[in-house]
């Protein structure tokens, strides 16, 4: 499949609508062995359907509406354009949107970034998407993409992978257990919100760096610095995201586990230098080890993990490539 070719069908300024749908996982199978009875997928495809697909994927939080959580990149005139683009995204199952997960704040049924892919590969084929052009994955995101374009095998041309690799870092993982512990031990539904805020907080220092917010608040009075930014994150998280959902999506990042070499689309890898999750060295090897074309895209941010969001124009710059670039053979 060569370079994504802008259909000129599509005229400067049309941008229909997003489409929404629910599709039903009857007996849908899950990677340790459970069925999830009465599944659900919520999903959204916006822009022309005789466009190229392209499957965006973001952060354990991130859903299907990408001009919300991916404004910068998403949207008419940014890199991924629903005028020329068909861009296709879900909510996570086990998370806190329209897709099954613990709604009744009972713990979830583990779910594997597989299971994710597995899902989406349903959609996939329920939307008769025989050929998809890019999957482009952030964070979490960039996880299940690997699977999807394991499972798509030649079906896929391009697979983007920002801040990912093919299995969880050692500190990354110690991090997200310390995260999780203190929910774990919550006897209330009032402590958990508490601990749920203190978690995101701890998670949000994981993705920026010491010299971003030394820069940012070192002048500053710590209450209305950063400690007021810590509090403003939590508050804002517990309000939108429940502590099951996190539990569930958090242990999904820990279990992560991919065959590079089972990936056979050209593929682009982000990493950044300054991640405290995802270190270069981890990423380079999941580039070595990727069966079809790959490239490692090294950039520096003090964002860190956040670049993805964070540094608009680097990563605008990358997805264009990545999605214009010819296939080698």
């Known amino acids: 499949m060569a370079a994504i070719q802008i259909s000129e069908l599509h005229r400067e300024g049309d941008c229909p609508l997003p489409r929404r749908g629910i599709l039903r996982l009857h007996g849908f199978k899950l990677s340790c062995g459970l069925r999830l009875e009465g599944g659900v997928l919520a999903w959204q495809s916006w822009g022309p359907q005789d466009a190229p697909a392209v499957i965006v994927l973001g952060g354990i939080s991130a859903g299907r509406d990408v001009s ?34 613990p709604h009744n704040e009972e713990d979830f049924v583990p779910v594997d970034s597989l299971d994710q892919a597995n899902a989406i590969l349903l959609l996939l084929n329920h939307l008769g998407l025989a050929q998809v052009d890019a999957v482009i994955g952030s964070s979490y995101g960039g996880c299940v ?93 517990v309000h939108r995201f429940s502590p099951a959902s ?13 065959e590079p070499e089972t990936i056979h689309a050209t593929t682009t890898v982000v990493a950044i230098f300054e991640d405290l999750l995802v270190p270069v060295s981890l990423a380079r090897d999941f580039v070595r080890r990727i069966g079809g074309p790959a490239t490692l895209v090294p950039l520096s941010s003090p964002y860190g993990h956040d670049a993805f969001i964070k540094e608009e124009g680097a990563i605008a710059d990358v997805i ?3 999605l214009t670039s010819e296939l080698q053979t």
Not at 71 to 90: E, F, I, M, T, W
């Open 68 to 101: 919300d959580w991916w404004a910068a990149q998403c949207g008419p005139g940014q890199a991924l354009d629903p005028r020329y683009l068909r861009l296709v995204s879900v909510d996570w199952i086990g998370g806190s949107d329209a897709s099954s997960g």
């Open 145 to 237: 993409g690997q699977h999807l374009a394991s499972l798509l095998g030649r079906r896929l041309a391009r697979l983007v992978v920002i801040g990912a690799a093919h299995r969880a870092s050692p500190w990354a993982l110690a991090l997200r257990t310390l995260q999780r512990a203190g929910i774990e031990s919550a006897r209330t539904a009032e402590d958990r919100r508490g601990a749920l805020a203190r978690a995101r907080q701890l998670a949000v220092l994981g993705y920026r760096t010491p010299a971003e917010l030394e820069s940012r608040f070192g002048e500053t009075d710590p209450s209305s610095g950063i400690l007021g930014w810590l509090a403003a994150h939590g508050e804002r998280f």
């Open 246 to 258: 996190f539990l569930c999506l958090s242990r999904s990042l820990d279990h992560h586990q991919c």
């Open 320 to 322: 264009r490539t990545g």
